[in-house]
């Protein structure tokens, strides 16, 4: 269980320090939904793609950590 919680708070400082270094977008047109979506560089992807592993480590945190208490109850 310390893994999937190490991994959750790594994956969170990760992509706060990631947000930090971006710069600011100077362009006028907005880069297309797929790019928005999906691309960490040009638009919002470190936030999707930090945000599904962040749930997916601490869905195995909670796991385990149910997992322990039904073997002790």
């Keep these: 269980m310390g893994n999937w919680l190490f991994l959750t708070v790594a994956t969170l400082v990760v992509v706060i320090v990631f947000r930090m270094k971006k710069p600011p977008d100077e362009k006028l047109d907005p880069p297309s939904?797929?790019?928005?979506?999906?691309?960490?560089?040009?638009?919002?992807?470190?936030?999707?793609?930090?945000?599904?592993?962040?749930?997916?480590?601490?869905?195995?945190?909670?796991?385990?950590?149910?997992?322990?208490?039904?073997?002790?109850?």
């Design 33 to 73: 939904n797929f790019v928005m979506f999906f691309n960490p560089l040009q638009g919002e992807g470190d936030l999707f793609i930090g945000g599904v592993f962040v749930v997916y480590f601490s869905s195995r945190v909670f796991l385990e950590l149910f997992q322990t208490l039904r073997a002790i109850f």
